[in-house]
């Protein structure tokens, strides 16, 4: 998603700011699926489209009640509430006065101006990668589905404790069991939405190839694991160094902030994948493909 898009994307949401409109809406609008566009977004803003449009929407309103006659009622659902309890509670949060004192000289009001982007030179940092090419793959998988408002929340740890479930459950280990010795890397496989759709699928997996043992993958398909399959596709890949998954998070940002702008190179609508290796270089936490091609 190219600086151009993400503007676009800011255009749509005020062109349109008194309608009911979600981020998958937005997406549409700059042809994305929601998946890329939620996490393409929040990563350059620092914020996802929904808390964009919501604290523009409560701006506005706090601006329409000072300077005219608009009740407290008619404004909530003006903005796009359910009822009037549910916007002074919103309303409150963000401004930290009551809709009603809002009314009154003196209030305290915070104002959220509508976001402009500009291209800004920031420092010669090294982002080391590499392009690959994968043909069409297979794993074997413990698929769950999340909501896609999940990504790039710091506060939510859905996906850690899957893994850790996953753990406790021992599928992990019955996973890496299919795979001889020295070949027995974990996949954390994400796969992008279709239009409308609400939640994406993460699987925690083993490549499933020739060195694959297969005397216990009907076992695992019972309990509930499924093959996931990839088209080929071309791949740009990032080595993501830290003891945790911050480091994780840090390269997703810089591939949208550095990588895409300056290379050309645009996350296509494929799966895009960790790989946490069984023997890895020192303070590696895993690498992360992202399949790729150039605009």
């Not at 305290?108 to 080391?128: A, C, Q, R």
């Not at 954390?188 to 190839?209: A, M, Q, R, V, W």
């Amino acid at each position: 998603m190219s600086i151009q898009f993400i503007q676009q994307a800011i255009s749509y949401m005020e062109e349109h700011i008194y309608e009911d409109i979600h981020y998958t809406d937005i997406a549409k609008s700059v042809h994305m699926s929601g998946y890329n566009f939620h996490r393409t977004f929040s990563f350059i803003t620092g914020m996802t489209a929904n808390e964009y449009l919501r604290s523009r929407r409560l701006t506005l309103a706090a601006q329409e009640l000072q300077t005219t006659a608009l009740s407290v009622t008619d404004a909530a659902y003006k903005y796009g509430y359910e009822s009037p309890e549910s916007f002074s509670k919103a309303f409150s949060r963000f401004h930290g006065s009551t809709p009603k004192q809002a009314k009154q000289k003196g209030a305290k009001l915070h104002l959220f101006n509508p976001l402009v982007i500009k291209i800004t030179l920031e420092g010669g940092n090294i982002m080391d990668y590499r392009m690959e090419h994968r043909g069409q793959q297979q794993f074997i998988a413990i698929v769950r589905a999340f909501p896609i408002e999940i990504i790039n929340d710091d506060n939510d740890h859905s996906i850690p404790d899957f893994w850790a479930e996953c753990g406790a459950r021992h599928l992990i280990d019955r996973l890496k069991s299919l795979r001889p010795e020295g070949q027995r890397d974990l996949y954390g496989l994400c796969s992008p939405t279709k239009d409308n759709e609400t939640h994406f699928d993460y699987g925690i997996g083993i490549i499933y190839d020739k060195d694959t043992d297969v005397t216990g993958l009907d076992g695992l398909l019972a309990d509930g694991c499924t093959l996931w399959k990839t088209e080929p596709a071309e791949y740009a890949v990032f080595k993501c160094f830290g003891p945790d998954g911050d480091c994780l998070g840090e390269t997703w940002s810089k591939f949208h902030k550095e990588f895409t702008p300056q290379t050309g190179y645009t996350q296509t609508d494929d799966t895009d994948y960790e790989i946490y290796f069984e023997r890895s270089e020192p303070n590696l936490f895993c690498e992360l493909w992202v399949p790729v091609q150039k605009q």
